[in-house]
């Protein structure tokens, strides 16, 4: 999910619009849109990625280590005493430096760093995963309310025109004043209704700027995308195979092997340090004492070459106590692995599990809903002709409506569940 931004441009090229006078582009987003903006803008994947760049140029660096140091050394001294002239003299010289073996800590330096490099571009594809189910679910949310309100304005409707027909029949003395009132409660309720569901949208639409860290003045509108393929979705692959593709593809895993293996070569660096250190040193130096035959003085050049060897002969038990720190964070590494493929195996089986669940949820609200609008359509025509009491009416108007809140939620819960299923199995994310 990683490395879009040619897509992420190509795609806000085709869903940017004209802003008015606000200073902010205006955009028209897909799913997929969406997405591919928040992988290339996201603030907290900028930082992963610029994380994964320390990483690498830390792994770099650290194979530099195998290169020989080199300083350079001048000094120009003032010599005076009691008794005698001012004299001059100086001193100019290389040294160069090399470890030639210390254990080899370098060699595990270089391999620590490039599994640590490698493990941060997993970091950033967890977190991608992570933001992909954050805009997944506000995205949905956004489309829930949305179709929820073309249902409230029709309600609405409705409500309206059945207070108009109670009106004409409390002015003629066929219903109570009290029906009539109840009506008016109800159309006022159903207009209420509307507005909490308008805000409960604008709410989630900035939410998603905020995923897609996008000004909050920003005009954003989302695509309604094809839900008649949802029948497609409830076909879903067995058990076994979304546990197969999880553990291949979830970053989870990858991450915590990754620390277990960082673990191993501290252990190995910390028994280094029971081993002797061998280094390679060398220099080359010239100097004068006064400015007189200058250049012959510098010509008489001081070559030096050596080998050291350091010892450890005894460090106060740090060295023991570092061993025995890095064999105890390498237990706690494997122990964080096998915790971590119990964790996904635990939540693959209650995703699929929840994914059947909300299929089946979502068969048995579309029923009830389709039932419980018949059957306010029916008594809406019982009470035109005044064969029944508003309280008869209104009581069926809300189990319609309760009917249809339980549909739209159950609708996009099992879209969402779905989708999410698609995430643990690294499918690309569609709608």
Same mark, same amino acid.
Not at 110 to 124: A, C, F, P
Not at 236 to 254: G, H, I, N
């Given at each position: 999910?990683?490395?879009?931004?040619?897509?992420?441009?190509?795609?806000?090229?085709?869903?940017?619009?004209?802003?008015?006078?606000?200073?902010?582009?205006?955009?028209?987003?897909?799913?997929? @849109?969406?997405?591919?903006?928040?992988?290339?803008?996201?603030?907290?994947?900028?930082?992963?990625?610029?994380?994964?760049?320390?990483?690498?140029?830390?792994?770099?660096?650290?194979?530099?280590?195998?290169?020989?140091?080199?300083?350079?050394?001048?000094?120009?001294?003032?010599?005076?005493?009691?008794?005698?002239?001012?004299?001059?003299?100086?001193?100019?010289?290389?040294? #160069?430096?090399?470890?030639? !073996?210390?254990?080899?800590?370098?060699?595990?330096?270089?391999?620590?760093?490039?599994?640590?490099? @490698?493990?941060?571009? !997993?970091?950033? *594809?967890?977190?991608?995963?992570?933001?992909?189910?954050?805009?997944?679910?506000?995205?949905?949310?956004? &489309?829930?309310?949305?179709?929820?309100?073309?249902?409230?304005?029709?309600?609405?409707?409705?409500?309206?025109?059945? &207070?108009?027909? %109670?009106?004409?029949?409390?002015?003629?003395?066929?219903?109570?004043?009290?029906?009539?009132?109840?009506?008016?409660?109800?159309?006022?309720?159903?207009?209420?209704?509307?507005?909490?569901?308008?805000?409960?949208?604008?709410?989630?639409?900035?939410?998603?700027?905020?995923?897609?860290?996008?000004?909050?003045?920003?005009?954003?509108?989302?695509?309604?995308?094809?839900?008649?393929?949802?029948?497609?979705?409830?076909?879903?692959?067995?058990?076994?195979?979304?546990?197969?593709? #999880?553990?291949?593809?979830?970053?989870?895993?990858?991450?915590?092997?990754?620390?277990?293996?960082? *673990?191993?070569?501290?252990?190995?660096?910390?028994?280094? %340090?029971?081993?002797?250190?061998?280094?390679? =040193? %060398?220099?080359?130096?010239?100097? =004068?004492?006064?400015?007189?035959?200058?250049?012959?003085?510098?010509?008489?050049?001081?070559?030096?070459?050596?080998?050291?060897?350091?010892?450890?002969?005894?460090?106060?038990?740090?060295?023991?106590?570092?061993?025995?720190?890095?064999?105890?964070? &390498?237990?706690?590494?494997?122990?964080?692995?096998?915790?971590? @493929?119990?964790?996904?195996?635990?939540?693959?089986?209650?995703?699929?599990?929840?994914?059947?669940?909300?299929?089946?949820?979502?068969?048995?609200?579309? +029923?009830?809903?389709?039932?419980?609008?018949?059957?306010?359509?029916? !008594?809406?025509?019982?009470?035109?002709? %005044?064969? +029944?009491? #508003?309280?008869?009416?209104?009581?069926?108007?809300?189990?319609?409506?309760?009917? &249809?809140?339980?549909? +739209?939620?159950?609708?996009?819960?099992?879209?969402?569940?779905?989708? +999410?299923?698609?995430?643990?199995?690294?499918?690309?994310?569609?709608?």
């Amino acid at each position: 999910m990683k490395k879009v931004v040619l897509g992420f441009l190509m795609g806000i090229s085709a869903g940017t619009v004209s802003a008015q006078d606000t200073g902010f582009p205006a955009y028209r987003f897909s799913l997929e @849109e969406c997405l591919n903006y928040a992988f290339g803008n996201n603030y907290n994947i900028q930082t992963l990625q610029l994380t994964e760049e320390g990483k690498e140029d830390t792994y770099r660096q650290s194979k530099r280590e195998r290169l020989p140091s080199l300083n350079a050394s001048l000094s120009e001294n003032l010599n005076h005493s009691r008794g005698n002239d001012l004299s001059y003299s100086g001193n100019y010289g290389l040294n #160069a430096n090399m470890v030639l !073996y210390q254990g080899g800590n370098i060699a595990r330096t270089i391999e620590q760093n490039q599994l640590r490099m @490698e493990q941060s571009s !997993y970091q950033t *594809a967890q977190y991608e995963n992570t933001l992909t189910i954050q805009i997944l679910q506000t995205f949905l949310t956004v &489309l829930g309310n949305e179709e929820l309100l073309k249902y409230q304005e029709v309600v609405v409707q409705a409500s309206e025109e059945q &207070l108009k027909q %109670g009106k004409e029949q409390f002015q003629f003395g066929k219903i109570l004043e009290s029906d009539y009132l109840l009506l008016e409660a109800q159309y006022a309720n159903d207009q209420n209704n509307i507005l909490n569901t308008r805000i409960s949208r604008d709410n989630s639409l900035l939410t998603l700027k905020s995923l897609l860290s996008m000004p909050a003045v920003t005009e954003l509108q989302i695509i309604y995308p094809d839900t008649a393929s949802i029948q497609a979705m409830s076909i879903l692959p067995s058990m076994d195979k979304v546990m197969e593709r #999880a553990f291949q593809t979830l970053p989870d895993l990858k991450i915590s092997q990754y620390n277990r293996d960082i *673990a191993q070569t501290s252990l190995q660096m910390s028994k280094a %340090g029971y081993l002797p250190t061998l280094s390679l =040193h %060398g220099s080359i130096g010239a100097g =004068h004492t006064d400015f007189g035959h200058f250049g012959s003085q510098l010509s008489r050049l001081n070559e030096q070459i050596g080998l050291s060897l350091s010892i450890p002969v005894y460090d106060n038990s740090r060295t023991r106590s570092k061993v025995t720190q890095s064999r105890i964070a &390498l237990q706690q590494a494997e122990l964080d692995k096998k915790q971590s @493929e119990l964790d996904i195996q635990q939540t693959v089986v209650t995703e699929y599990r929840n994914v059947v669940f909300a299929y089946n949820k979502f068969q048995t609200t579309n +029923i009830r809903q389709n039932a419980y609008l018949k059957t306010f359509d029916v !008594y809406r025509a019982q009470f035109h002709v %005044g064969a +029944i009491t #508003a309280v008869d009416l209104l009581q069926q108007q809300n189990n319609y409506i309760s009917a &249809l809140n339980d549909y +739209i939620q159950s609708k996009y819960e099992f879209i969402l569940k779905r989708k +999410i299923l698609d995430v643990y199995m690294g499918v690309q994310i569609t709608m």
